[in-house]
Every structure is written in C-alpha cells, then in structure tokens.
T-cell receptor, first 111, second 112 residues
Framework: GENVEQHPSTLSVQEGDSAVIKCTYS??????FPWYKQELGKRPQLIID?????GEKKDQRIAVTLNKTAKHFSLHITETQPEDSAVYFC??????????FGKGTMLLVSP | DAGVIQSPRHEVTEMGQEVTLRCKLI?????LFWYRQTMMRGLELLIY????????DSGMPEDRFSAKMPNASFSTLKIQPSEPRDSAVYFC??????????FGPGTRLTVL
C-alpha cells in the first residue's frame, strides 16, 4: 500500500517568513495530493490539493508543488501570519482508493 | 449545508463499557470514512464505506470495533468492550466518490 512520509514534524518561523513542508510517497500510481490544516481542537480542513497532471498550484499565500519523478510534493506558505499556526497534513491517493496521510507538521508562527 | 455532524462531541466512559459514536454525512455524499487520531499514531483510517457498503475495514483494530451504515446518510462506530487504549479523537469524513473529504468535528473519547 501507499506510504507517506512528512517532514519536518515541527517548524517554527517568524511572522512574515516563508514555510515549506515536504512529503514523499511510495506508490507511483498515486494521482491526488491534498493538504489539510488542523487547528488545535478542530477538525482537519482541506486548504489546497493538486492532481498528478499539474506541477504547481497556487491559492493566495499557499502553493503546492509536485514532482512525480521524485515522488514528492511540498506545501509553501508565504508571508506567514500567526493564524497560520496549526498542524498540516499531507495525503496521497491512487484513483478511487482511500487517502494515506502523513504524520503531520506542527507549524508555529511567532509574532 | 450543516456539514458532517458527529455525536457526542465528548465521551467519558469506564473500561468495559460499550461506546457508540454517530455520524451524519453531508447530503448527497456517498462515501463515509471513520478515522482515529492520537498523538502517537497520527490520523488512521479505520473503515471506509461507499454507497452503504463497507469497502475497506483493514484499519479496524480488532473485533471490539464495529461500524455500520443503516442508511445512506448515517453511520455508527461501536466499541464493545472499550479499553483505555481506545482513548482518542474519532473523526468521520464524507465525500462524493473520490472527491474532497470533509471531516466532522470529531468525538473525543476517554476510557478510564
């Protein structure tokens, strides 16, 4: 089955800096890669996703890049704000199978 | 749309008791996922239903856990008997086929 590795497990940045979270996956057939944000005590919520026919996708301060050859994808947050502090999960899925999640990255943005 | 609804939001019980967690899917969704989240193991998929049929239950820890979908919009996850190591946050999520999964608010279960 699919295996997703996520790094780093924790990331501390100053407000205004950029943050990058990286994930690798094992199943070359995976073709859908969502990112979820989970604030303390809340549910995971989808913030951005990318499919295998696209190399990069942006939504305001958030971007995701995908390298299918290397089987890795990354989340980039620019101009970080304190409200970006949360746990971020990457996931991968092949076709109609289920999502496999990474272990999560706790992002702390200091004012 | 009210989103995915879960109840109860918090449950505290004693070891050996039966626990039933409930989930209502978003209207129109036909896939239902039960997850368990702990600090040690992260977010684990327990079971996945599509059109009321269990498709993948390989994540169900053991026979003490069972899940049902008595109709297209509702699911239950039952633990009988419960054990302290079952303490976790249990999320259900729904989707329309392979599209985006939307998570419910979760049930925080504490087994004493």
């Amino acid at each position: 089955g699919e295996n997703v590795e996520q790094h780093p497990s924790t990331l501390s940045v100053q407000e205004g800096d950029s943050a990058v979270i990286k994930c690798t996956y094992s199943d070359s057939a995976s073709n859908y890669f969502p990112w979820y944000k989970q604030e303390l005590g809340k549910r995971p919520q989808l913030i951005i996703d990318i499919r295998s026919n696209v190399g990069e996708k942006k939504d305001q301060r958030i971007a995701v890049t995908l390298n299918k050859t290397a089987k890795h994808f990354s989340l980039h947050i620019t101009e970080t704000q304190p409200e970006d502090s949360a746990v971020y999960f990457c996931a991968a899925r092949e076709g109609y199978s289920t999502l496999t999640f990474g272990k999560g990255t706790m992002l702390l943005v200091s004012p | 749309d009210a989103g995915v609804i879960q109840s109860p939001r918090h449950e505290v019980t004693e070891m050996g008791q039966e626990v039933t967690l409930r989930c209502k899917l978003i209207s129109g969704h036909n896939s239902l996922f039960w997850y368990r989240q702990t600090m040690m193991r992260g977010l684990e998929l327990l079971i996945y239903f599509n059109n009321n049929v269990p498709i993948d239950d390989s994540g169900m820890p053991e026979d003490r856990f069972s899940a049902k979908m008595p109709n297209a919009s509702f699911s239950t996850l039952k633990i009988q008997p419960s054990e302290p190591r079952d303490s976790a946050v249990y999320f259900c999520a729904s989707s329309f086929g392979p599209d985006t999964q939307y998570f419910g608010p979760g049930t925080r279960l504490t087994v004493l």
